[in-house]
């Protein structure tokens, strides 16, 4: 197959199942679409090496550890298949965005990232020990999905984070936990329902956070929380039901939301 010299976009639908070792894309080429049912290795794949985002569908799930990938990648996603263990890949330094679909499960701990990784997102099948991770220090987004529900108390947050979210099984404490001072936007998790205020469950909020969400779960009382002076934008789930007519609002706060159950004096 010769493929046309400014091809830049190619995309394979999910009845491709031809070995994709054998693809031979043209130079100019810079996003790749991978179809669902194609399974197949890829260790010996001639990436071109102008590529810059890599898109595997549903069903790829092949060790990714021998991969040479292309020096200009800047996006990489797995599918809900994916679940193959990443200590030993050797990412490309240009990579930007990873991501990994609902089935990858395996530790992290020994992963030496990209040092121009910016966006991380893990699936819903993921829940392995995060404290010992070393982040790389260019990460400004990192999400979790539904399953996750390890400890965050001793965990090394990446300096210059900015977005934080946890997906719906994350239910542990934040008392002790030390978030990067660039921190702007942390989302809690739908199950989550910690105390979040007094001597021993006190939580130091970041100084720059502007948005924060609680989500269903989270009935605990705020009268004595210390806001972050940045805070924007505040939001309780439907199970929120405390009273706020002594809580300290910080001065601010632009947008309030209280959840369908919520049902308590404003006015003292």
Known sequence: ??????????????????????????????????GHWCDEHIARVGWPMSLQQVFFSGNFDQPIAGVAWPTSLRVLSFGEKFNQPIAEVMWPASLQQLSFGGSFNWPITGVVWPVSLEELSFGDGFNQPIAGVVWPASLRQLSFGNRFNSPIARVMWPVYLQELSFGDAFNQSIAEVVWPASLRQLSLGRWYDQPISGSIFGVVWPASLRQLSFWCRFDQAVAEVVWPASLRHLSFGVCFNQPITTVAWPASLQQLSFGDRFHQPIAE
């Open 1 to 34: 197959m010769v493929w046309p010299p400014s091809l830049r976009q190619l995309e394979f639908g999910d009845g491709f199942t031809v070995r994709i070792a054998t693809l031979k894309g043209p130079p100019s080429l810079q996003q790749l679409w991978i």
